[in-house]
């Protein structure tokens, strides 16, 4: 494994470890160089393929996209995550002429997330219907809720009282579980969002 | 409707042209085992092409997901592999244990091993009843669906639901396994024996199931690791990955058990290993009922679990734990984590994304029948229609799995 992680740096990658889980970031011109290492390495098996969308996570400075190629050898007991950051509009080259089974994988992340592989032989969305527009797993795609309606024409806008749980905001009572890095224990609390009803309009 | 290439024919009767067939197979059939299309092209009843369609069971539950709590999203992990749940769940749970640093007891490791196997030993059931429902065996459905109930009756005795589980929790159980678990789980193991060499007898050395199956559909080994196969019908490629013994995880580095890989790659090897692997998870069950011993059943963490009940009666804070928990979850660190695990069918795994809040920023499942439908091509391709049907049952896709 040191040997890959050599190899890999001197494509320009650059390594994170979390909880025992190492990745390694590489450029995207090294991308199929890296995926090659990694096999001649004996990591042979690709798992998966998937993209991450880091338009809303807090903090991130760096571009939108990622795209996370997951590969094991075949005893199952190494694995290596190789990511490639990516911004709107930017391709990647297929992996398919390395693996055949990547086919789907990178269908499916097209669909999802909107990240065109240049050289697929049938780049087809795969779960979504064929009329939908949009990349679904995008953070900006609409959830499509209905709002809750209760007297006095209040009503409750779901995806802002989700973010009040979510810890994007400080939510109904500024609690946080004491689980959470860096938030400090004595926020204010805030009231619950409610808003006004949005006046008719046309009539 | 027919389409395609003209073949060319000269035969000793005189020359002819001919063109490729397409036909439609699915989405609603049985034969697919779920909404699957497959797009054919037939020379003859050979089969030049296969394509599938994918999709109509989309259902977005990896959105859905990252917008409920963490908690919550046990409910929705086993409805993508209904037949499998516990799989899913502990998959899912696993992600966020790593996530949030929970130390799980062991009486709640042991009895998620049981059910975990038990779900597989019924899910290979099901395998077994339909894939010989497909090759016009009516009878071995109804054996098969005998011992799958009284596993059912199981799963519903402990979680209270027959499918869609959800019994499993960050830390731990949901509840304790009720009075009686562990005789009505040896009441199982006792019979089950029996029935094997019953299905070893019929089945696996039938002179049809053998002609229908032996030599049909090849993978090699190379084609499997090339094609991102996992599972059992990796392990019928020679391949020999299993997540229970390359990266042990709720304690399997325990227990005694061998993993069944066959070099043939052909179906006759996709169902025997779903036989031998019954037996070793069986096998894996009655070890860790042997060692179940009474104890707590989830992490005593008041951050990440539930206070018990009667706490609640008479303690303020465990009434402000209990009440934080159910509104808003906990909160876990940031990261991401991935724990593979074994399903029925492949390589399980979420990738789970944590910014902080309750909610998983994202959640990416790698779902093993989705990538295990791509080997349907190639090992169909050259064979015959009628062989097809029984291929797509030996690879054991599970549609909800497919299309998540």
């Known amino acids: 494994m040191s040997a890959l992680l050599e190899r890999l740096a001197e494509l320009g990658g650059v390594q994170h470890e979390f909880k025992g889980m190492t990745s390694v970031t590489v450029p995207k011109r090294a991308v199929l160089d890296a995926l090659r290492a990694a096999r001649a390495?004996?990591?042979?098996?690709?798992?998966?393929?998937?993209?991450?969308?880091?338009?809303?996570?807090?903090?991130?400075?760096?571009?939108?996209?990622?795209?996370i190629y997951n590969v094991h050898d075949v005893a199952g007991r190494r694995r290596l995550f190789i990511r490639v950051d990516l911004d709107d509009g930017e391709t990647l080259p297929t992996a398919t002429g390395l693996w055949s089974g990547a086919s789907f994988l990178e269908r499916e992340t097209f669909d999802m997330m909107g990240v065109v592989f240049d050289g697929h032989p049938d780049l087809?969305?795969?779960l979504t219907p064929e009329d939908l527009e949009g990349h679904p797993h995008r953070k900006d795609f609409p959830l499509g809720e209905t709002?809750?309606?209760?007297?006095?024409?209040?009503?409750?806008?779901?995806?802002?009282?989700?973010?009040?749980?979510s810890g994007r905001d400080q939510g109904l009572t500024g609690w946080k579980g004491g689980a959470r890095d860096g938030v400090v224990a004595s926020q204010t609390p805030k009231a619950p969002g409610t808003a006004q009803r949005p006046e008719k309009s046309g009539s | 409707m027919s389409k395609g290439t003209v073949v060319k024919h000269d035969t000793e009767l005189g020359a002819f042209d001919t063109q490729h067939m397409r036909i439609n197979v699915g989405p609603q059939h049985p034969s697919t085992h779920g909404v699957l299309r497959l797009v054919v092209d037939l020379d003859g009843e050979r089969i030049v092409s296969l394509r599938p369609h994918v999709g109509y069971l989309h259902t977005g539950f990896e959105k859905t997901m990252e917008n409920r709590t963490y908690q919550q999203g046990v409910t929705y992990s086993n409805r993508m592999d209904y037949v499998n749940g516990f799989a899913h769940d502990l998959a899912y749970i696993l992600g966020v244990e790593k996530l949030i640093g929970a130390r799980v007891p062991e009486r709640a490791q042991r009895v998620r091993v049981i059910l975990t196997e038990l779900n597989r030993i019924a899910s290979h059931l099901v395998f077994f009843g339909t894939t010989l429902l497909d090759m016009g065996a009516l009878t071995p459905f109804f054996y098969t669906m005998r011992e799958r109930e009284v596993l059912q009756d199981i799963f519903e005795s402990v979680s209270g639901v027959r499918m869609n589980y959800?019994?499993?929790?960050?830390?731990?159980?949901?509840?304790?396994?009720?009075e009686g678990f562990e005789e009505h789980v040896r009441g199982f193991l006792d019979s089950f024996p029996r029935y094997i060499d019953q299905y070893k007898t019929l089945w696996m050395e039938n002179d049809i199931l053998l002609a229908r199956t032996k030599g049909v559909a090849v993978l090699t080994r190379e084609q499997a690791i090339d094609l991102c196969l996992t599972g059992p019908s990796a392990r019928a490629s020679g391949v020999e990955l299993d997540y229970r013994k390359g990266q042990p995880y709720s304690g399997y580095d325990d227990y005694d058990f061998h993993v069944p890989v066959y070099t043939e790659g052909d179906?006759?090897?996709?169902?025997?290993?779903?036989?031998d692997e019954m037996v070793e998870s069986a096998y894996i069950v009655r070890q860790a009922l042997d060692r179940l011993e009474p104890g707590?059943?989830?992490?005593?963490?008041r951050r990440i679990s539930l206070p018990p009940r009667r706490e609640l009666e008479n303690s303020m804070e465990a009434v402000i734990f209990h009440f934080k928990l159910v509104t808003e979850g906990f909160h876990p660190p940031r990261g991401e984590v991935y724990v593979p695990t074994e399903s029925a069918r492949g390589e399980l795994g979420y990738y789970i994304v944590s910014d902080g809040g309750s909610m998983p920023y994202r959640v990416k499942v790698r779902a093993p029948s989705l990538a295990n439908l791509q080997s349907l091509e190639p090992s169909s391709k050259g064979g015959l229609f009628a062989d097809m049907v029984i291929n797509i049952a030996s690879f054991d896709p599970v549609l909800g799995d497919v299309d998540k």
């Open chain 2, 296 to 301: 707590p059943i989830i992490d005593p963490d």
């Open chain 2, 166 to 178: 959800g019994y499993y929790r960050a830390g731990g159980l949901y509840r304790d396994v009720p």
């Open chain 1, 147 to 165: 709002p809750t309606l209760f007297g006095d024409g209040r009503f409750l806008d779901p995806a802002s009282f989700r973010a009040g749980l």
């Open chain 2, 267 to 275: 179906i006759w090897a996709r169902l025997a290993v779903r036989m």
């Open chain 1, 124 to 126: 087809r969305k795969l």
């Open chain 1, 41 to 67: 390495d004996g990591l042979e098996m690709l798992t998966d393929i998937h993209g991450m969308d880091y338009l809303t996570y807090p903090g991130h400075t760096g571009k939108r996209f990622a795209v």
